[in-house]
């Protein structure tokens, strides 16, 4: 596949840059220091999937909160 190129597809484009910020903060939170411009091509992509395994970690938390009636902490 060519460099850029994206495989999966934001089915709300409203909600892209909330999904890139939440991103970039589950990347903070892990100890990833994102480049200004957040180009993180010379990123491990190991490390790119702590990220991705927080960011559903965290999503996963928010809804058993949700359905449990209580207010979603991040």
Request: charged share 20%; net charge positive; proline share 7%.
């Amino acid at each position: 596949m060519a460099a850029g190129q994206r495989t999966n597809q934001v089915l709300v484009p409203q909600a892209r840059p909330a999904l890139d910020r939440f991103k970039w903060e589950t990347a903070r939170a892990v100890g990833i220091n994102i480049p200004e411009g957040g180009y993180g091509g010379d990123i491990p992509s190991k490390m790119w999937g702590a990220v991705g395994g927080n960011m559903v970690r965290t999503m996963i938390q928010a809804y058993e909160q949700t359905l449990a009636g209580q207010t979603p902490t991040r």
